[in-house]
């Protein structure tokens, strides 16, 4: 098994999580290849943070966040690849894993971004890093952040 590092974040406001993004960001190029899972309750930043991460690394236009479809897929710029971004919240049915495709998208070289990844969890594959975002009273936010060395030291 690959080295695992887990550290500890504080995002006082999203300016700080940007700063997190584009550290992150820079840790991922020229070709992002990495599987993302962002853990926290309703409205601690999952979208948040993959926006500005998807915008560091210089994603333009509209950001959805997937919900509905599940599934957003953006183009990066310089032949970076591909990102995928997931909201797993409303998945249920193992067997759409397969239909829509999720199966061969993982197996591929990529980024992609998972949000309530523990509701996918017989189908996803390890982690390369997981970010669990807290959201406290001050509407601060606590990350702990655990995974490859290089990216969570990235984030710091
Ligand atoms: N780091 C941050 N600092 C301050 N405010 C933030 C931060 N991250 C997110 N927010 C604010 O919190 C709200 C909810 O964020 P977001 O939609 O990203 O949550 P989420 O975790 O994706 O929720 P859901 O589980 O519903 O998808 C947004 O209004 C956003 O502006
Ligand atoms: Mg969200």
Do not use: N
């Not at 840790?27 to 500005?52: N, Q, Y």
């Amino acid at each position: 098994m690959s080295a695992i590092l887990e550290t500890h974040l504080l995002w006082p406001d999203e300016a700080a999580a940007q700063a997190s993004a584009q550290r992150l960001a820079a840790a991922l190029l020229p070709a992002p290849d990495a599987l993302i899972e962002l853990h926290g309750p309703l409205g601690a930043g999952k979208t948040t943070f993959t926006r500005l991460l998807l915008r560091a690394l210089g994603v333009e236009g509209r950001i959805k966040s997937p919900s509905y479809a599940v599934m957003e897929t953006y183009e990066l710029p310089s032949g970076a690849g591909t990102a995928s971004h997931f909201d797993f919240y409303r998945f249920g049915d193992p067997r759409e894993w397969e239909d829509a495709g999720f199966r061969d998208i993982f197996a591929a070289p990529g980024l992609k971004l998972c949000e309530w990844p523990e509701k996918a969890a017989g189908q996803l594959p390890p982690a390369d890093l997981q970010l669990f975002i807290e959201l406290m009273p001050d509407d601060s936010r606590r990350v702990r952040a655990v995974g490859a060395p290089r990216l969570v030291e990235a984030l710091a």
